[in-house]
């Protein structure tokens, strides 16, 4: 059965709606008129057809679904004690170099049963719901060792077929630190990675996408380039973390290889960004982590200036963005990126869903945009318009949050 739901002020997203002054294609009295999963229609709201039932929000915005490009949002156990550490002057390196962070979440992950790993992340993304979120990207790359990699593959897959969380996306995290059980053997690692394990996670249809954490303490161009390889082989996208405390040629690699995205970005070279643009790949940016990281922003202005595509993530992880919050992510990057605030919100919907389409795939439904034929994901906001978005920080704002038709989260009215 169709309805139609109206608000003041119907923020599309969509590119053909927009204009000088109206870059988010906002219609004021607007609605849309859901169908099952889709949008049917979208318009002003004296033109809704006749015969279709109205849900009048009254005087407030109504958004596409938020779109989270970038977690790691599948783990287990808890950094409180690293974190005291680093809050108290310690070093995110060192402490990385000594056996914490990524690798003693990598403990706790290889001690966890596949189902506790599949409640942590269903909670999380539950929650992420409450926040505005329809769609969330989320990374292996805690299990490390292959047995445990493929447990976390399966968790997330497992995660994804609920139907009352958001709509996840699954990416390889194929190099993200080396297990302390390879020490000894990184070429081996890496070869494994690519020869065998690239090609299982694709054959079980378990991501969407491979991804390498490129970095001077992480891995090196030339290892990133032997699983990209092996990904495009067997038709598997490509996002790179990259140049989040130096730059060592990551962004050149992405744009090689055709990237869908390079992520975090803190650190790359002018040409490196010249390239990017140029292959179309697009800039995830986290600025929760650089926040915790006390770093200094991304270059933003001259990623803009080249024509590379700017998305927003929240990086949702146990050590470095210790949030779930998308946006609060889009907070920062306003407050200490110098993102504008429209600018802001299509990084975190059309920019960021249009980031996890992989090239290769056809028939899926439109996300983080409101028109005909795509994916009825909408937020209903406790907010009189769509830049408040980017003010109360650290709460949630949202009244209602539907996912292909679904409510997935609805806030409980009170007077
Ligand atoms: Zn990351």
């Given at each position: ?287 929760t982590a650089s926040f915790t990281l006390a770093q200094a922003p991304p270059p933003v202005r001259a990623?803009?200036e080249a024509g590379v595509e700017i998305v927003i993530a929240s990086d949702a992880n146990p050590g ?8 609060l992510a889009l907070c920062f990057a306003v407050r200490s990126y110098g993102v504008g605030p429209e ?73």
């Amino acid at each position: 059965m169709k309805v139609a739901h109206a608000a003041r002020r119907l923020v599309t997203c969509d590119a053909a709606r927009a204009a000088a002054g109206n870059s988010l294609g906002t219609i004021e009295d607007g609605a849309i008129v859901v169908d099952g999963d889709r949008v049917d229609w979208v318009g002003s709201r004296s033109d809704i057809p006749p015969g279709i039932p109205i849900v009048d929000h009254g005087d407030v915005a109504l958004t596409p679904g938020l779109v989270d490009a970038h977690t790691h949002a599948c783990w287990a156990g808890s950094r409180h004690a690293e974190y005291a550490l680093r809050m108290a002057g310690g070093d995110y390196e060192a402490i990385a170099r000594a056996g914490g962070g990524i690798v003693s979440t990598h403990r706790a992950v290889v001690a966890a049963t596949r189902d506790h790993l599949v409640g942590g992340l269903s909670s999380r993304l539950a929650r992420m719901a409450t926040l505005g979120v329809t769609t969330v990207e989320v990374k292996s790359g805690y299990g490390l060792e292959p047995d445990a990699e493929r447990k976390q593959l399966e968790a997330i897959n497992e995660a994804a077929r609920d139907m009352t969380l958001p709509h996840v996306v699954p990416t390889y995290l194929a190099l993200h630190a080396l297990p302390p059980a390879a020490r000894g053997e990184r070429d081996r690692y890496v070869r494994r990675a690519a020869d065998e394990l690239v090609p299982q996670v694709a054959e079980a249809g378990w991501a969407r996408f491979v991804d390498a954490y490129v970095d001077r303490d992480a891995f090196q161009v030339a290892e990133a380039r032997l699983v990209f390889d092996a990904a495009r082989r067997v038709g598997l996208g490509v996002r790179v973390h990259v140049g989040q405390f130096a730059d060592i040629g990551g962004a050149e690699l992405a744009a090689e290889v055709g990237a869908s995205t390079v992520d975090h970005v803190e650190h790359v070279s002018a040409d490196g960004v010249a390239r990017l643009a140029a292959a179309g790949t697009r800039a995830v940016l986290l600025p929760t982590a650089s926040f915790t990281l006390a770093q200094a922003p991304p270059p933003v202005r001259a990623l803009r200036e080249a024509g590379v595509e700017i998305v927003i993530a929240s990086d949702a992880n146990p050590g470095t963005a210790p949030t779930e919050s998308l946006p609060l992510a889009l907070c920062f990057a306003v407050r200490s990126y110098g993102v504008g605030p429209e600018e802001a919100i299509l990084a975190a919907t059309r920019v960021a869903a249009a980031c996890l389409r992989h090239p290769g795939m056809s028939g899926e439904l439109e996300r983080g945009v409101l028109q005909t034929g795509a994916a009825a994901d909408f937020v209903v906001w406790d907010l009189p318009h769509e830049l408040a978005i980017l003010q109360p920080w650290g709460v949630s704002r949202t009244r209602l949050v539907v996912r292909e038709g679904l409510v997935i989260h609805e806030a409980k009215k009170r007077g």
